[in-house]
């Protein structure tokens, strides 16, 4: 390339007169360019996600937090004996705890479940179901 031609190529800015190292130069500076631009998003994307887990572990902290007056309630199982006349409803409705069920037919449910048996089952005299009930107690 002549003197005058890379004086001309220089003003214009032309790249079908560039030399093939002035080519590799420009290839060169695009790639060093694409390079930190694609570190900037990856540190860009790592810096959210640790503010995104830091605001999650600060907010999760905050709702998991119980007050003074907790008092927790343990769940256990007892055997009742069935004496003539009982009935399935009659010994649930006797036993049944509203704030940890939401109505007779849930506790029955559980009850049943528990027994392997039916809620129209017919209970004998002398049998013994096991039903379920909370204390605030640690046994």
Not at 10 to 23: D, V
Not at 73 to 102: C, P, Q, R, T
């Amino acid at each position: 390339m002549s003197e005058a031609m890379a004086i001309a190529a220089s003003l214009y800015n032309n790249p079908r007169y560039y030399s093939e190292s002035e080519i590799r130069r420009r290839n060169n500076k695009i790639r060093r360019q694409q390079i930190v631009r694609r570190q900037y998003i990856t540190i860009s994307a790592l810096a959210f996600i640790a503010m995104f887990l830091i605001m999650f572990n600060i907010f999760s902290f905050k709702v998991s937090a119980q007050s003074d007056s907790f008092v927790p309630e343990y769940k256990y199982y007892k055997s009742v004996m069935i004496h003539s006349g009982d009935s399935l409803w009659s010994i649930a409705n006797s036993e049944f705890n509203a704030e940890h069920y939401k109505d007779l037919n849930a506790y029955i449910s559980e009850i049943c479940m528990i027994n392997s048996i039916d809620s129209d089952s017919i209970l004998h005299a002398g049998e013994s179901i096991v039903i379920p009930y909370y204390s605030r107690d640690y046994k």
